[in-house]
């Protein structure tokens, strides 16, 4: 399975930005996906996660601010990210999950700053 992540870049605080991850290779349809962000010097975090059925879940910190939405027909994640903060500044990454293996993509960078 190969993840391919984009839409990461700089943004003004208050600012938007839209990750994408679509998977490729030997899909069966996902159990989950989502994202996960790495802080410098810190472990990777959840960011939000949604399962094949729609249900989904946030971190906290995001809760009203980003929204996670899924093509399952292309195996695509989608990360939407409003009101950004400069604490969201990271290392985003894709997570997918079937038959119970989970395989990471490469990060992108999202920094908010004025």
């Known amino acids: 399975v190969q993840l391919q992540a984009s839409g990461g870049g700089a943004v003004q605080p208050g600012g938007s930005l839209r990750l994408s991850c679509a998977a490729s290779g030997s899909i069966f349809g996902f159990n989950l996906m989502g994202w996960y962000r790495q802080f410098p010097d810190k472990q990777r975090e959840l960011v939000a996660a949604?399962?094949?059925?729609?249900?989904?879940n946030y971190a906290d910190s995001v809760k009203g601010r980003f929204t996670i939405s899924s093509d399952n027909a292309k195996n695509t994640v989608y990360l939407q990210m409003n009101g950004l903060k400069p604490e969201d500044t990271a290392v985003y990454y894709c997570y997918y999950v079937q038959r119970n293996q989970g395989y990471w993509g490469q990060g992108t960078q999202v920094t908010v700053s004025s």
């Open positions: 949604i399962t094949n059925g729609g249900s989904q």
